[in-house]
Structure formats: C-alpha cells, structure tokens
C-alpha cells in the first residue's frame, strides 16, 4: 500500500522478510499484472472473430481453424500438443532470456524492463 496507509500487510505473510523479498514480490505482482492485462487482451481479440492470417503449421490449419478459449487446449480440435509444447517453450525462454530487470540499463524503477 502506498502513503498514508504504510507497509499494509493484514496476512502476515512478510513477517520475516527484508527488503529485498517485498521489492522481488512486488516485481513479480506488477509483471504477472501484466501478463494478465495482455491474455484478457487476446481473449477479447480472438472472441472477436480477429485471427492471425496465414497457416498455423505446414499441414495447412489456419489460425482460425482452432476454437477459442479453454477449448483450444483441451477437447477435439485443441492445438496439438507439440504446438502447445512450442508455446510453452517459447514463453519460457522470454521469461528466462527477456524479462530481465538488469542494473545499470535505465530500469530503475520495479518492473521496468
């Protein structure tokens, strides 16, 4: 919480920690914000009807031959696993490689990548 309410923790759960774990949580509270902000985005987008053009795979599915939401990743006509595997890898690797707070590169500030 932010002045005139001070340090509001009503859980308990920084009892015991230092400065250094509030400013990781609140790193990681602002990115998955973000994160979150960005897949209502995709979802308001692709309920829309808006798909990206072209070809998914060299089988020929296009981007809008797969359902939207949940059923994209479970059900008849879910992304193969191997896509969804693509995915996951490809998100990891911009957690890992990216999404980096490194010092001294103009990113003073929590979450300013």
Do not use: C
């Not at 009503?10 to 990781?24: K, N, Y």
């Not at 808006?50 to 089988?59: K, N, P, Q, T």
């Not at 797969?66 to 006509?77: E, K, Q, R, T, V």
């Amino acid at each position: 919480a932010q002045a005139p309410l001070g340090f509001f923790d009503p859980l308990g759960l920084l009892d015991d920690a230092d400065q250094d774990r509030f400013d990781r949580l609140r790193f990681v509270e602002i990115k998955h914000g973000r994160i979150s902000q960005l897949a209502f985005l995709g979802q308001i987008v692709t309920r829309n009807g808006i798909h990206l053009s072209g070809d998914i795979d060299y089988a020929g599915n296009s981007f809008d031959s797969f359902p939207n939401g949940l059923a994209a990743i479970s059900g008849p006509d879910a992304i193969p696993s191997a896509g969804a595997a693509q995915i996951f890898a490809f998100v990891g690797a911009l957690e890992l490689g990216v999404m980096k707070d490194i010092e001294g590169t103009g990113n003073e500030f929590v979450g300013d990548f």
